[in-house]
């Protein structure tokens, strides 16, 4: 018999993951705060829940994708949360960045009810949530990951078991230092470029396909160019997980300094009013610094 899916948070990234679920022909209940972004998977065939617990108590498997740790602990935990309709024997799987050790509190909660649990954050912005092409991070028993393997598959393109409870959190704050850190350099060099005279379009043609070539430089550089500042993952989202990181490096006394430098200057940027903008904005600061706009003048 096959399994009712459940999906819990329907916002920048949720919202196209649960549709690429339905689009793969599974039996789908959805559920968001705001109500009303729940209209275009209620025209996909989906039914939609009157609360979290009210989705747990008619889904086998079900899925969250909401904002910060403390949404996470509502949806789940919280007076109308999962755990007060979820029934023994179905798996809880949050696709959310949080807390490593809350994830791990949420999974033995989850635990003394007789309910599955994995923590499975999930990297590639608002494209990959739409195309269908994230890459998951999943941590939690192996059995589990494997029931969820065909609902991850129709949602991501790289899926991989990285360990026990916890451990896709951890792994998902790694991919953040590399995306922020690697976003730092893109605008560095962009400046510099800017600053230097050379022709942007031909010296990203250049550097692309070499040793410098990244994710971030062939999907942010060009909107940077183009002043095209719409979130992929906007910068707000992108400072509750590096705060999420520099508290669990505090923990384990890894340094962060490069990483809390970008940190430091994004809230600038937020104190600017900036905070919606896309995490490529990130080289305004520098602009701001140098003087210089990328593509232009003065600094925007």
Known sequence: ?????????????GRGMAHNLRKA?????????????????????AQVATSPADLAAN????????????????VIL???????????????VDMSTISPQVAREVAEALAAKDVFSLDAPVSGGSEGAEKG???????????????????????????THVGPSGAGQTVKLVNQ?????????VSEALVFAQAS????????QAVGGGAAGSWMLANR????????????FTIDLQQKDLRLVLEAADQVAAPMIATSMVFHMYRTLQQSGLGAEGNHALIKALERLAGVTVGGSAPA
């Open 197 to 204: 005279g050379a022709d942007l379009e031909k010296t990203l």
């Open 25 to 45: 022909g599974y039996d789908l209940m959805v559920w968001n705060r705001t109500a009303a972004r729940a209209d275009s998977l209620r025209a996909a065939g």
């Open 221 to 232: 550089a060009p909107q940077v160019l183009n002043r095209d500042w719409r979130p992929g």
């Open 177 to 185: 230092i590399l995306v922020v850190v690697n976003m730092l350099a």
């Open 78 to 92: 919280g007076d109308q949360g999962v755990i007060h309709g979820v029934r023994p024997g179905a798996l809880v």
């Open 59 to 74: 889904c086998d498997v079900i899925f969250s994708c909401v904002s910060d740790t403390p949404d996470v602990q509502a």
């Open 1 to 13: 018999m096959s399994e009712r899916l459940g999906f819990i948070g329907l916002g920048i990234m």
């Open 133 to 159: 092409t994230l890459s998951i991070m999943v941590g939690g028993p192996a059995d589990q990951v494997a029931r969820a393997q065909p609902y991850f598959a129709a949602m991501g393109k790289t899926i």
